[in-house]
């Protein structure tokens, strides 16, 4: 919860614009935001090899330092150039934040992953629900100002440093006692066509000496796609909706600000609730009797439509009341997902795998955003409006949900 303790983020674009620094719409979110975007895409590529490779722990500090640094940038920096670095150093924090799913995965038994994956998922949205309340409570009262809140956010980051230094290391005796359990526990063995099927359980479980023995696991890792079509189909959704999310919230906070009819921002409040109801949906995941494997692609294709729905609703609204109330029904949806999806793909995994797996489904939504943020966002591209951008986000959903891109059924045996 202390990692996620961030009350300030509602709050980010409403500084940025204030009198403290004194930016414009425009230079926010077609000079300084898209930077997010680059630098997490470019920073994603070495952090999802490096994170198996140096057993998870200090990719974690590398999030926290990040992040720190990020914040500090924010507070005393008043340039464009300084923001655009704020968001580059961010963007490092965010890659870096796979090795803390990869970590969790890789020092807990496999049979435990779906309580403990709504566990921890449900934790990290009631420490944002305690953020975001607070954050508004305090904004709202006028106990404090936008500069105060961020520097709260900044001693929450340090705090988070700290305890990222003093977590346990993963050794390789660990990480090899937990695969030998593994092998015990479940003799998997894949059909890859009719002439050959190769054992999951024989993929190397540590890297081997040298960059070329490294890069042959790393591809055997990444076989897994191609032998088992449900980690296909939910990775392919946790790009998409990865992808759709980050889009929303990277400028959500500018629609908002478009429709706000006076200085008073309700951004706190709205994201205190989407992260509670959140948090209490991805509590009660676990006890969901659903059949992922036979019904994934229906729930995936009604989740998505009813995304795309309330995408169209939020560009044309006039109304921020609509606005936050459909910001809120899509950060439920999105949460419940990402929930289910990272319990289906962990448990078709080894614990070697689990850092690349994640790493390489979160650089290609990365990618796709990318190439939206560059054509819709950058001011090298189109440079399109705020409901514009929705829009497209609109199109993006319905074009691409991924429902029809793999088989039916699972290759299993």
């Known amino acids: 919860m202390v990692k996620k303790f961030r009350p300030a983020t509602p709050f980010l ?179 890859i066509n009719d002439d050959e099927r190769v054992s999951l359980n024989a993929i190397p479980s540590t890297v081997g000496p040298g960059m070329k023995t490294y890069l042959q696991n790393v591809w055997k890792h990444l076989m897994i796609f191609k032998s088992k079509r449900t980690v296909l189909k939910w990775c392919i959704w946790w790009s998409l909706g990865s992808c759709g999310s980050f889009q929303v919230q990277n400028y959500v906070q500018n629609l908002w600000a478009l429709l706000q009819q006076d200085d008073e921002a309700y951004n706190g409040i709205t994201e205190c609730t989407a992260t509670l109801i959140g948090a209490i949906v991805c509590f009660f995941v676990q006890y969901l009797k659903i059949d992922w494997v036979k019904c994934g692609e229906l729930v995936i294709w009604i989740n998505s439509m009813i995304i795309a729905i309330l995408l169209i609703v939020m560009s044309q609204t006039t109304s921020a009341f609509i606005a936050y109330i459909f910001y809120i029904a899509l950060a439920i949806i999105y949460q419940l997902l990402m929930t289910a999806a990272s319990t289906i793909i962990a448990t078709e995994l080894t614990t070697a795998t689990y850092g690349l797996v994640f790493g390489s489904s979160t650089f290609v939504a990365l990618l796709l955003q990318t190439i939206l943020t560059l054509i819709v966002v950058d001011k090298h591209g189109l440079a399109l409006d705020i409901r514009t951008q929705k829009m497209i986000g609109e199109i993006f959903v319905t074009e691409f949900t991924p429902t029809n891109q793999c088989p039916e059924k699972d290759t299993l045996t």
């Open 13 to 191: 674009t409403p500084f940025l614009v204030s009198s403290y620094k004194n930016f414009t719409d425009v230079q926010l979110y077609s000079q300084i935001y898209p930077l997010w975007t680059y630098s997490y895409l470019v920073a994603l590529i070495p952090i999802f090899f490096l994170t198996d490779a140096l057993r998870h722990k200090p990719i974690v500090v590398l999030e926290a330092m990040s992040y720190c640094a990020s914040h500090a940038i924010i507070l005393w920096g008043n340039k464009v150039w300084q923001m655009q670095l704020m968001e580059i150093t961010f963007g490092l924090s965010t890659a870096s934040d796979i090795a803390y799913v990869s970590y969790m995965y890789a020092v807990i038994d496999q049979k435990h992953f779906k309580r403990i994956t709504s566990y921890v998922r449900a934790a990290t949205l009631f420490g944002k629900f305690l953020a975001y309340g607070s954050g508004q409570l305090l904004i709202s009262t006028h106990l404090v100002s936008y500069l105060q809140l961020h520097e709260i956010s900044f001693g929450f980051g340090c705090i988070t440093l700290l305890m990222a230094c003093i977590l346990p290391s993963i050794s390789s005796n660990m990480i090899k006692n937990k695969n030998l359990r593994e092998v015990e526990n479940c003799d998997q063995t894949v059909e």
